[in-house]
C-alpha cells in the first residue's frame, strides 16, 4: 500500500511541537535550579521522591506527542486506495482568475479576489466530473493549475492566490486568454471553454482579439463581471500596518467593473457575459444549467481511485495520549503513610506517621 501526506504544508507546525519541547526542558532547569536554592543536600533527594520529578517528564513526553501526532494527522495522511464512480462529460474547462490589485476593491465582501475563488470552488465541488484548470493574471498570466479531475488540487491552488503586482501592472485580459487558450490545447477532443472573472478593467491587451482567435479553435468564453459597475469601491491596501487606500496623483483611486469589455469578449468567442456585480451569484447552477449544456455531451461514467484518508487514526492517539496525561498526578500515590511536613528557621524535616484505621 502507498503511504503519501497530501498537506505537507503543515509540516510548519512542527516549530510550535519544538518551542513546547524546549520550555518543558527549561522548566525542568528552572526547577531543579530552585531545589538547590531553597533545600540542602541531604533534603533534595526526599523532595524529589515526594514530588516525582518521573512522572513529570512522561506528562511532558505525553503532551509532546499528542502534539506530534495532531501534526502527523493535519499532515492527511493516505494510506491504501478505494474507487467510485463518477459522472464524466468529457468537458474541459480553464478558469481564468483576475488577481490584480483592482480585486481588492470591497463592494463585495470579503473583497472580488475571495468571491471569485469562491463561486470558482462552488462549480468544481457540484461539476459532474468535468476537468478544470486555473489561470491566474494581474500583471503577467500563469497557468495554477492544469487541467484535472481532482478537486483538491482546483482548492489547494485557489488556496494560494493572492494579488498579483507585476512589472507591467493591471489587468491583462488578452494574455489572460492567450494563457488559458494553451492550458486547453493539451486536452483531449471535446467541449473546451473558459470562465474569466474579473472586474473588466485592461491594460491594452487586445482581449477582443485573443477571444477571437480563441473562438476560431473551438474555445468558448464565459465572462464573469465582479463589482460595481456604477460607484465602484476604492481598493484597501496597507502602508507600515496601517490601512489606507490607493491613490492616484494624490486623488484615491475608484475601481469600477467595466461591463462592456466583458461583453465584447463573450460576444467574439460565441459564450455569455454574466454580471454578477454586487450579488450573490450562483455561478455552480449557471455552470450546470448553461455553460455545460452548451457542449452537448451526454454523461458517462468514469471510475476513479483515491486515497484513504487516516489521519482519524491520529487524532484518536493524540487524543489518549492527552488523556493519559491528564490522569498522571505529579505525586506518587501514599499507602498507609501520610506525610507531614515541618519546618523550623532555614531547615526541613520529614515525618512519617501511620494512617489511623477507621473505627
Given at each position: 500500500m502507498d503511504l503519501h501526506f497530501d498537506q505537507l504544508?503543515?509540516?510548519?507546525?512542527?516549530?510550535?511541537?519544538?518551542?513546547?519541547?524546549?520550555?518543558?526542558?527549561?522548566?525542568?532547569?528552572?526547577?531543579?535550579?530552585?531545589?538547590a536554592r531553597l533545600a540542602t543536600t541531604n533534603l533534595r533527594g526526599r523532595f524529589a521522591k515526594a514530588i516525582g520529578p518521573t512522572r513529570?517528564?512522561?506528562?511532558?513526553?505525553?503532551?509532546?506527542?499528542?502534539?506530534?501526532?495532531?501534526?502527523?494527522?493535519?499532515?492527511?495522511?493516505?494510506?491504501?486506495?478505494?474507487?467510485?464512480?463518477?459522472?464524466?462529460?468529457?468537458?474541459?474547462?480553464?478558469?481564468?482568475?483576475?488577481a490584480s490589485q483592482s480585486m481588492l476593491a470591497e463592494d463585495l465582501r470579503p473583497n472580488r479576489l475571495e468571491r471569485g475563488k469562491q463561486y470558482i470552488e462552488e462549480?468544481?465541488?457540484?461539476?459532474?466530473?468535468d476537468r478544470f484548470g486555473l489561470v491566474v493574471f494581474g500583471g503577467v498570466p500563469?497557468?495554477?493549475?492544469?487541467?484535472?479531475?481532482?478537486?483538491?488540487?482546483?482548492?489547494?491552488?485557489?488556496?494560494?492566490?493572492?494579488?498579483?503586482?507585476g512589472r507591467r501592472g493591471g489587468s491583462m485580459l488578452g494574455d489572460a486568454i492567450r494563457v488559458a487558450q494553451r492550458a486547453l490545447e493539451s486536452g483531449d477532443e471535446g467541449f473546451k471553454a473558459i470562465v474569466?472573472?474579473?472586474?473588466?478593467?485592461?491594460?491594452?491587451?487586445y482581449p477582443s482579439e485573443a477571444a477571437a482567435a480563441a473562438?476560431?479553435?473551438?474555445?468558448?468564453?464565459?465572462?464573469?463581471?465582479?463589482?460595481?459597475?456604477?460607484?465602484?469601491?476604492?481598493?484597501?491596501?496597507e502602508v507600515d500596518g496601517e490601512r489606507l487606500f490607493l491613490t492616484h496623483e494624490g486623488q484615491e483611486v475608484w475601481s469600477k467593473m467595466q461591463p462592456s469589455i466583458l461583453q465584447q469578449i463573450a460576444d467574439a468567442a460565441g459564450g455569455r457575459f454574466i454580471p454578477a456585480g454586487t450579488a450573490n451569484l450562483d455561478l455552480a447552477a449557471i455552470y450546470e444549467d448553461v455553460i455545460a449544456p452548451a457542449s452537448g455531451r451526454r454523461i458517462e461514467a468514469s471510475r476513479t481511485e483515491e486515497g484513504i484518508p487516516r489521519y482519524r487514526w491520529?487524532?484518536?492517539?493524540?487524543?489518549?495520549?492527552?488523556?493519559?496525561?491528564?490522569?498522571?498526578?505529579?505525586?506518587k500515590p501514599r499507602s498507609g503513610q501520610a506525610i507531614a511536613?515541618?519546618?523550623?528557621?532555614?531547615?526541613?524535616?520529614i515525618q512519617t506517621s501511620p494512617r489511623r484505621k477507621a473505627a
Open positions: 504544508d503543515a509540516l510548519n507546525w512542527l516549530w510550535a511541537v519544538a518551542a513546547a519541547a524546549l520550555l518543558f526542558v527549561y522548566a525542568a532547569g528552572a526547577r531543579k535550579r530552585a531545589m513529570r517528564r512522561m506528562r511532558s513526553v505525553l503532551i509532546v506527542g499528542a502534539m506530534l501526532a495532531i501534526v502527523a494527522a493535519l499532515l492527511d495522511p493516505r494510506l491504501g486506495l478505494r474507487f467510485h464512480q463518477v459522472a464524466q462529460r468529457n468537458i474541459d474547462v480553464i478558469f481564468a482568475l483576475d462549480v468544481v465541488e457540484r461539476a459532474a466530473g500563469s497557468i495554477k493549475v492544469p487541467l484535472t479531475r481532482d478537486a483538491r488540487a482546483l482548492h489547494l491552488g485557489l488556496d494560494e492566490v493572492t494579488v498579483q503586482r474569466l472573472l474579473s472586474d473588466g478593467e485592461d491594460m491594452d491587451s473562438a476560431k479553435n473551438g474555445i468558448s468564453i464565459w465572462t464573469v463581471g465582479l463589482g460595481n459597475a456604477a460607484e465602484g469601491a476604492r481598493i484597501p491596501i491520529l487524532v484518536g492517539l493524540a487524543i489518549a495520549l492527552l488523556a493519559i496525561e491528564s490522569s498522571l498526578g505529579l505525586r511536613w515541618t519546618a523550623t528557621g532555614t531547615s526541613a524535616s
